[in-house]
C-alpha cells in the first residue's frame, strides 16, 4: 500500500472536498494531484511553506578545568 503525501492549501472560494464543504481561507490537507488541480483551477492557493534555516550549529562547549589536588 503506498501513501500519496499530502499537500496543504487555502481555499480561494468555497469548495466541497471529500463530501465537506470548506469557505474561502479555509486550510484543507489534500493529496497533491488534486492540491494541483485546486490551484489551477484558482480555487486555492499553496500553503506557503517556512524558509529553511541556516544550519544550526551548536556552540562550541568550552574545555572544562580540573584542579590538580595539592600534594
Same mark, same amino acid.
Request: aromatic fraction near 10%.
Given at each position: 500500500m503506498t501513501h500519496l503525501a499530502k #499537500? +496543504? =492549501?487555502t481555499l480561494t472560494r468555497p469548495h466541497t472536498h471529500a463530501g465537506k464543504a470548506?469557505? =474561502?481561507?479555509d486550510r484543507v490537507e489534500i493529496d497533491a494531484?488534486? /492540491?494541483?488541480? *485546486? +490551484?489551477a483551477h484558482d +480555487? /486555492? #492557493?499553496p500553503e506557503p511553506t517556512a524558509p529553511i534555516a541556516d544550519r544550526i550549529t551548536e556552540p562550541e562547549p568550552k574545555? *572544562?578545568?580540573r584542579k590538580e589536588p595539592k600534594q
Open positions: #499537500t +496543504i =492549501v470548506y469557505g =474561502v481561507g494531484t488534486s /492540491a494541483d488541480w *485546486l +490551484i +480555487i /486555492a #492557493t574545555p *572544562l578545568q
